[in-house]
């Protein structure tokens, strides 16, 4: 069996999503969401793609448990110091992969929604510039 994340059952909202995850995920996601939490108050949870997402003017974040990592969308771009950070953790199309295995860099996730919070708050500026 290869990567992939156990067939989840359509979750109705985060709590859903986590708890079909043996208790260990479970424990791993929740402080994933709770980062991203911290690193953006002002953000909603949703899910979207059948994955647990926060979302401000726009997704900036989804995160999903997989067989051996913890997955983190979208690819990320714009901040050169923070793409060299993620790049041993970059999966298939610049995704990250965090092994379950090894211990999680909450510090990097947090660096990364933050950036996420920045450039969605800049292209929601330019949009609502763009329609006056």
């Known amino acids: ?6 067939e989840p059952k ?8 986590i708890s079909q995850f043996p208790v260990d995920v479970q424990a791993i996601l929740q402080k994933v969401r709770a980062t991203i939490r911290h690193a953006a108050p ?5 899910i979207s793609y059948m994955m647990p997402a926060f ?9 999903a448990a997989w067989e051996k990592h913890i997955g983190l969308y979208p690819p990320i771009s714009g901040d050169k110091t923070l793409e060299k950070a993620v790049a041993q953790y970059a999966g298939p199309k610049g995704n990250l992969q965090f092994p379950q ?8 996730i947090e660096r990364i929604v933050k ?4 450039q969605d708050s800049v292209k929601a500026a330019a ?3 763009k329609r006056k």
């Open 127 to 129: 949009k609502r510039k």
């Open 115 to 118: 950036l996420r919070v920045k």
């Open 42 to 46: 002002e953000a909603t949870e949703t």
């Open 55 to 63: 979302k401000l003017h726009g997704i900036l974040v989804y995160f």
């Open 101 to 108: 295995d090894k211990p999680i860099p909450f510090d990097l």
């Open 1 to 6: 069996m290869g990567d992939s994340m156990a």
């Open 10 to 17: 359509k979750a109705k909202d985060i709590d859903g999503c």
